[in-house]
Every structure is written in C-alpha cells, then in structure tokens.
C-alpha cells in the first residue's frame, strides 16, 4: 500500500476517530509497504512482534489515536513523515561529522514539510532513509550562525528549490529505469516463448528451480524443484513463515545432479516434520488428554461475532489452518484486541493468544468462525481456562469471613459462566495420580 492510500486508511479507523489512547506502531514493510498495528494488549503489555518490526524498520513510529484526534488529513499526512525524519536524526545524530548540521536540516525539513509539493512527500515517504536522501540533495549546510536558530532561514528557499529539482531529476532517473527493466523483461519473454515450454504455469519457482513436488507439514513447505539449465539439476528445500510479515525463510536448501539423492534428501525432511508433529500430539494428549477434535460453527455462540472479540475465546476457521494442525488445540484462541476485534472498524486485524500454548499470534476477521460457547468447550479447553483463572485470583488477605467468597479479579471477564464447572475440572484433575510426561516440546 502506498502512503497516500495508506493515509486515507488509517484516517478512518475508530481509535483514531475517538482520539484513543491505546498506541499503535506505523511501519513500512521490507518490500516498501505502509502498515499499522496495534502494539499493546488490554493489560499494557507490549507484542513481542513490535521488536521484530523495530528490527525490520528502525524508523517505525509508535502514535496514539489522540495524536490525529480531529484533525485534516494533510496534518496527519505530514505528521507520520515528519516523525520518520525525527526518528531517523534520532539514530544518526551521534554518526555524522556534525551534530550541528543534521539538526539544523532535520529541524528545516520538520518546519517546511508542509511547503514540499507532493512529489517530494511522495518521494521521501518511499525511501527508506528520507534525511540522508534529504542530506544529498541539499549541496549547503543550512547551519545557522546565530545558536538560536535552529537552522539559517533565509537559506531555506533555496533548499526548497534543491530538494524539488532533485526530486524531479530523481523520479525521471526512475522512470527510465522502469521501462529499460520493463523493455529487458520483454526481450526475455519473447525468447522464452520461442524455446519449449520448461515452466509450466500454476507451477512455484525457487531460485530458478521448478517445482517437481512439494508438501506441507509442521508449518513448513518440503520442496524439491528442477533447474535443466544448471549442472545440479535439483533443488530440495524447507521453507518457514513463522514471523511478524509471513516472509518466507529458508530452513534448509541443497542442491544436487542426482535425482535419487534429492528424492531421498526430500522424503527425510518430510519424515522429520511429520515425526515432531506426532510428538507433540503425543505431549498433548499425556499433559491434558487432546483429542483430535474438530470445532464448527455448531460449537460457536449464535452471532457472537456480532459483538466486540476481545476477551473473548474465539475459534479459528479450520480451513485456515495446515491439514495437520485442524483440530480444536489449534482453533482455539483468546482475542487480545486488534482492529479487526470490533464488528464496526476499518481494520482486519486480530490479535490472538493461544490457549494451549500462549503464544501470541495474528489472524484476519474473516478466519475466525465464531465465539466459543463455552458449555461445548472440549475438557482440555476448560482445565486451561481454570489455569489461566487460577492465576488471575489473589490471595486472600484474612479469613475473618470464611463463609464469604474472596471477589475475584479476572482477564477474562466473559469467561464467569464457565468458572465454577472449569474450577470442578481443575479440582478433579489435581486429585488423580497421573504422572505427567515432561512438558517440553523440541523445537525445530
């Protein structure tokens, strides 16, 4: 999404419109793309992914709803880039040769934002260094000499004038490279189709290598491809997407000239997967009797969707999930809030933690099939929710009043129905004598 319709976006959602408090992260994707997303849970908890974003782009901006309250979109427009440029000083400031100087061109830039054509915001807002790229445009220290002024005013004009020629010099620069890329691309293409056919369409392509056969498990896609124009004809690789963006990672890549080799290379990454997906059935079913058990619509509250998720135990669409991981220990999740929680906002996003194995994680509203009814809740279900309400009770301070029940302060307010029946579980479970295997699972 580019910044302009990126704008008009977030200008729509709720928090913003109400002038909410709750902080959100804004960020540009590794391939360019502006986002945004909730950054905290409903007890102030920061997401573990806000590091990993921080990580990918040291220039994500941390806002509140309140920061836009009421306000134009050319204030916001101008605001969010504006912080991108602080942040960015923020991080040289100590690098440069002049402190002095890149302050004076951060605070110039900040003041005159507002006067940039569109072009130029257009620009800046796809770089992923906008200072410096200012830096390199400006040929002039705009240093004042006066210690007061936080950068030489009567400079500034001309620095206006720098920044928009370079800019046009700069979009026309790209303009030719697209139609050279766009020319190239169709030399190769009217080569390809006078050779035979060696990709077939609807087929996947790694590193030049088409795909022979490829299957998921255990979250990862096992590949083995075909390259006729290399010495080692085969490619066999494993595949992950277990972060913040879905970019795909490479666990494994080997190559080589022997079909046979890379057959059997593939069958043991097929073998392995399936083997730690077994074991960790096995460790869920020792620890709290998981069944395959599949949830539908059937086990959900009638409309629950209709209402605010968070809080809420929500099940995942099964089809959303891998083949192997469609059952009710994958399906269940509690919402921690999102965009996406509330049936009236702009945005899809729902956060999520699991309530097998807390883990935090992201789904879109249209995956989620409904709000658990808690009455059809499978038994493993129940006793981890009287763990998590076990751990939100505190303890009594006297027992003055033994007949009077200490009042319990809980995360999950929708879930008092289902307390007393989840607490008998949890009772009953503690009183048996099964040995419990080690909790542990080994991770790839």
């Known amino acids: 999404m580019d910044y302009s319709d990126f704008i008009e976006k977030i200008m729509k959602i709720p928090e913003i419109q109400n002038g909410s408090d709750k902080p959100f992260l804004i960020y540009r994707s590794q391939h360019g793309d502006w986002h945004y997303c909730e950054a905290q849970n409903q007890d102030g908890e920061t997401y573990e992914w806000v590091e990993e974003i921080l990580e990918s782009d040291p220039l994500a901006t941390m806002f509140k709803g309140s920061d836009f309250y009421e306000n134009s979109y050319p204030y916001v427009y101008d605001k969010i880039l504006s912080e991108r440029l602080l942040a960015e000083y923020d991080q040289t400031k100590f690098l440069k040769a002049s402190v002095s100087e890149r302050f004076a061109l951060v605070y110039f830039a900040v003041e005159h934002i507002d006067s940039f054509s569109s072009d130029v915001t257009s620009y800046l ?37 720098q920044v928009e020629r370079q800019v046009a010099v700069r979009l026309n620069n790209l303009k030719k490279e697209a139609v050279a890329i766009d020319n190239a691309l169709k030399d190769v293409n009217n080569v390809q189709s006078q050779q035979a056919s060696k990709h077939t369409p609807g087929k996947r392509n790694f590193h030049g290598y ?45 190559f080589t000239g022997d079909y046979i080799e890379a057959l059997d290379k593939f069958s043991e990454l097929v073998e392995n997967n399936i083997r ?160 419990k295997k080690q909790k542990g699972l080994e991770v790839d």
């Open 210 to 254: 088409e795909e022979i056969s490829s299957l998921y498990v255990n979250r990862r896609l096992i590949f083995i491809g075909e390259n006729r124009g290399d010495e080692e004809l085969y490619l066999v690789g494993e595949y992950k997407w277990d972060n913040p963006f879905g970019a795909m990672q490479s666990v494994y890549a080997g």
């Open 125 to 161: 807002a796809q770089v992923n260094r906008p200072l410096d790229a200012l830096d390199e445009m400006i040929p002039f220290s705009l240093k004042s000499s006066s210690p007061d002024d936080g950068y030489d005013e009567d400079k500034a004009q001309e620095a206006l004038k």
């Open 276 to 435: 730690l997906v077994i074991k960790e059935r096995e460790a869920r079913k020792g620890l709290y009797g998981v069944e395959p058990l599949l949830l539908t619509a059937a086990d959900c509250i009638p409309n629950g969707l209709n209402k605010k998720l968070t809080g809420k135990v929500i099940v995942i669409k099964h089809d959303v999930l891998m083949r192997e991981y469609q059952r009710s220990d994958f399906q269940l999740k509690i919402c921690t809030g999102g965009f996406g929680a509330s049936p009236d906002a702009s945005g899809s996003a729902v956060f999520c933690t699991d309530l097998f194995t807390g883990e935090n994680s992201r789904y879109e509203r249209h995956d989620i099939l409904g709000v658990a009814d808690m009455e059809k809740l499978p038994k493993w279900a129940k006793l981890k929710l009287s763990e998590l309400i076990d751990k939100t009770v505190p303890p009594q301070k006297t027992a003055t009043k033994p007949k009077e029940k200490a009042k319990k302060s809980s995360l999950f307010d929708q879930l008092d129905e289902a307390k007393v029946e989840a607490a008998a579980l949890n009772a009953e479970r503690k009183n048996t004598t099964v040995t």
